[in-house]
């Protein structure tokens, strides 16, 4: 079974009851959320041995984050509790399909902002990335603070061989007021494959030009780009160029779905999927968590799933899907 590691910061998340209003609401549901653990709990859907590795404050939210991680069978073991900064925490305001929700995040001085190059000296942590067939990363870690972006540059300047290192650009711009955002750029670069939006890319790097992404990142062997609802693409190092159109979703809500589209994505290459069955699998995933209120959908069986991927061209073209269900010639 391949074994992934995702590293990166995970919040506490409240979310009011009732009818989505902060102002009135009455109650506010906990619950946890985090780019890189999302792609974590996907991947350990998708069948991999999974861990993921941060740092959270030794208090009531940290402990409610490894608890559900653990319930989802991501390993923690490699996650530091810190007995003086606090677990980042933020609010989700749901909206609807067309807006999504509104995030109001509170995780200036987190415990996971402390994260830095010796954390990869922790035994725990050094015996899980040496085991690790893929190592998955994002900006959203480096646009965190110096420590972290010197721990990104740590850990993926290290010598590797059979492993392959993902970095989501996962663009925030107001992460990165005020800060040197060009380290996204040597960053991903560094790193086996790209993922990235298209909008992500023109905020990003300046252009969505599929021929200057690949001149500005020239040393992945893969960039991936999310064309919106329309598509995604891979390009590889030699002129390679994979597309698969995405399927045709009743979007409940968007926010996840990158998470998920990366986890699909990613647990088919690491499985031995060409590209395009590996795109598939993220286009899948990524329906699955559109379709429902929460950061990641439920997947279909491994009989469905199978199905779903090597169907025809034809049929894949022809799948709608609405309440998690995958319907054929209902678009």
């Known amino acids: 079974m391949p074994r992934a590691i995702c590293l990166g910061e995970t919040m506490a998340m409240l979310t009011p009851g009732g009818n989505g209003n902060l102002e009135t609401a009455d109650t506010l549901h906990l619950g946890v959320g985090g780019a890189e653990s999302n792609v974590a709990l996907g991947l350990a859907a998708m069948g991999l041995d999974t861990a993921w ?3 959270v404050g030794d208090d009531g939210f940290g402990r409610r984050i490894l608890r559900e991680l653990e319930r989802h069978r991501v390993r923690t073991d490699g996650v530091q509790l810190d007995p003086e900064r606090r677990t980042g925490l933020y609010v989700k305001v749901p909206g609807d399909a067309g807006t999504g929700s509104a995030m109001l995040y509170y995780r200036s001085g987190s415990a996971a902002s402390a994260m830095d190059p010796a954390l990869l000296e922790d035994p725990a942590v050094a015996d899980l990335l040496d085991g690790a067939d893929l190592i998955h990363l994002s900006g959203i870690t480096a646009a965190l603070g110096d420590s972290c972006r010197d721990l990104l540059l740590a850990l993926l300047s290290r010598p590797r061989d059979r492993q392959l290192i993902s970095f989501d650009v996962n663009w925030r711009p107001a992460l990165w007021e005020g800060r040197d955002s060009s380290v996204v750029r040597r960053l991903a670069n560094l790193a ?9 890319a023109l905020l990003a790097f300046g252009t969505q030009d599929e021929r200057e992404l690949r001149a500005l ?3 992945p062997g893969v960039l991936v780009l999310k064309n919106e609802a329309i598509s995604a ?3 590889g190092h030699d002129g390679e160029r994979w597309e698969v159109p995405a399927l045709h979703v009743e979007v409940v809500e968007p926010v996840g779905a990158g998470d998920s589209f990366a986890a699909g994505y990613l647990s088919g290459v690491v499985s031995g999927l060409e590209q395009p069955l590996s795109l598939r699998r993220g286009h899948v995933a990524a329906a699955c968590t559109l379709t429902v209120h929460g950061d990641r959908g439920p997947l279909p069986d491994d009989e469905d799933l199978d199905r779903i991927l090597r169907c025809p061209e034809r049929e894949w073209e022809a799948i709608t899907v609405a309440h998690g269900r995958f319907l054929v010639g209902q678009s």
């Open 53 to 55: 590795i941060s740092r």
């Open 192 to 200: 086996d494959i790209v993922l990235m939006g298209k909008d992500e």
């Open 217 to 219: 990142l020239p040393d």
């Open 233 to 235: 693409i891979a390009l």
